[in-house]
């Protein structure tokens, strides 16, 4: 899928491995989906709220709260979504306060396998059905973003909803399977991108990833984020001369030169990991981000990276 279809989606989910910017990319592609004034949702999985620094918060919480105009964050608690669920279904928060909200009840199904998964991504389902307005049916978002787990955890937390699925038979349950598995499948309205970096073990995991989410989830593939690209300004014949310049004899410039050398082998480095990335992975496009020399403390920082996507639309 071509990076120009992507905001015409509603659901985007994001994995990758720990460290990658993973958090990073989510923000700014739902600071550049608010550019293009679409309702847009920014979502965390029971995260240690990882979002709301950038925004100035102290947590985002469970509960839907404006981060920017057109941007809506909300950390899912399993918690939450459980209690949510089952209200929805019985109605009567007595009952529920009776049943369901005491300690044993708790530690039980905290150890049901997957549980928590299902109920963060049901939840997540019934957000892309919400709507704004009943008489038009203008949906409350045009776009979900998911700040999914990384890679290990993500694999299998979007496996839940098959192994449900397969596995009940009759019930709430399997019917929730199904209104999962018709948005994850659904090829016009959900897509699956991974970030990663253009180093060893990133790519490595990346198109371990992929080649997963092909096979098991079989879930339609957007493009593949390389964060942190840096793009050397120097051709290789100004890199020769630059290493026969940083000679004694100029020894007032040599932290130039050293800084610009150092630069240009990151460069070098990406590029070979890139053009890995891409041998193992022909046809699927890449998205190369660029490095940027600051430290991210708020979603302002990341205005490059937005305006980097929107001229890529």
Same mark, same amino acid.
Do not use: W
């Given at each position: 899928?071509?990076?120009? %279809?992507?905001?015409?989606?509603?659901?985007?989910?994001?994995?990758?491995?720990?460290?990658?910017?993973?958090?990073?990319?989510?923000? #700014?592609?739902?600071? #550049?989906?608010?550019?293009?004034?679409?309702?847009?949702?920014?979502?965390?999985?029971?995260?240690?709220?990882?979002? #709301?620094?950038?925004?100035?918060?102290?947590?985002?919480?469970?509960?839907?709260?404006?981060?920017?105009?057109?941007?809506?964050?909300?950390?899912?608690?399993? &918690?939450?979504?459980?209690?949510?669920?089952?209200?929805?279904? @019985?109605?009567?928060?007595?009952?529920?306060?009776?049943?369901?909200?005491?300690?044993?009840?708790?530690?039980?199904?905290?150890?049901?396998?997957?549980?928590?998964?299902?109920?963060? @991504?049901?939840?997540?389902?019934?957000?892309?059905?919400?709507?704004?307005?009943?008489?038009?049916?203008?949906?409350?978002?045009?776009?979900?973003?998911?700040?999914?787990?990384?890679?290990?955890?993500?694999?299998?937390?979007?496996?839940?909803?098959?192994?449900?699925?397969?596995?009940?038979?009759?019930?709430?349950?399997?019917?929730?399977?199904?209104?999962?598995?018709?948005?994850?499948?659904?090829?016009?309205?959900?897509?699956?991108?991974?970030?990663?970096?253009?180093?060893?073990?990133?790519?490595?995991?990346?198109?371990?990833?992929?080649?997963?989410? &092909?096979?098991?989830?079989?879930?339609?593939?957007?493009?593949?984020?390389?964060?942190?690209?840096?793009?050397?300004?120097?051709?290789?014949? %100004? &890199?020769?001369?630059?290493?026969?310049?940083?000679?004694?004899?100029?020894?007032?410039?040599?932290?130039?030169?050293?800084?610009?050398?150092?630069?240009?082998?990151?460069?070098?480095?990406?590029? %070979?990991?890139?053009?890995?990335?891409?041998?193992?992975?022909?046809?699927?496009?890449?998205?190369?981000?660029?490095?940027?020399?600051?430290?991210?403390?708020?979603?302002?920082?990341?205005?490059?990276?937005? %305006?980097?996507?929107?001229?890529?639309?």
């Amino acid at each position: 899928m071509p990076f120009s %279809d992507l905001f015409s989606k509603r659901l985007i989910l994001l994995s990758g491995k720990g460290g990658v910017g993973k958090t990073t990319v989510a923000c #700014a592609l739902g600071l #550049a989906s608010a550019k293009l004034r679409k309702n847009t949702l920014l979502v965390e999985m029971n995260s240690t709220e990882r979002l #709301a620094p950038l925004f100035g918060l102290d947590k985002i919480g469970p509960h839907e709260i404006p981060l920017a105009p057109y941007l809506t964050g909300i950390n899912l608690d399993p &918690r939450e979504c459980f209690e949510e669920y089952v209200l929805m279904q @019985i109605h009567f928060r007595m009952l529920f306060d009776t049943f369901f909200n005491n300690r044993f009840v708790s530690l039980f199904l905290n150890a049901i396998p997957g549980l928590n998964e299902l109920l963060m @991504i049901g939840k997540i389902c019934f957000l892309e059905r919400a709507i704004k307005n009943k008489k038009t049916g203008e949906p409350a978002y045009d776009l979900i973003i998911v700040d999914g787990p990384a890679t290990g955890h993500g694999l299998s937390t979007f496996e839940v909803p098959q192994v449900v699925h397969d596995a009940v038979r009759v019930g709430p349950l399997r019917k929730q399977a199904e209104r999962i598995l018709n948005l994850l499948n659904n090829p016009k309205k959900t897509t699956f991108s991974v970030v990663t970096l253009a180093e060893e073990m990133p790519v490595m995991e990346a198109t371990e990833l992929l080649d997963n989410v &092909r096979k098991k989830l079989k879930m339609p593939l957007g493009p593949l984020f390389v964060n942190a690209f840096h793009d050397s300004p120097f051709t290789k014949t %100004d &890199r020769e001369k630059m290493s026969r310049l940083n000679s004694p004899e100029n020894q007032s410039l040599a932290p130039y030169f050293a800084c610009s050398l150092l630069e240009s082998e990151r460069n070098e480095l990406n590029e %070979d990991y890139l053009k890995m990335l891409r041998e193992k992975n022909p046809g699927h496009e890449t998205i190369t981000l660029p490095f940027l020399y600051r430290e991210i403390k708020s979603s302002h920082d990341l205005k490059p990276l937005v %305006d980097y996507f929107l001229k890529l639309i």
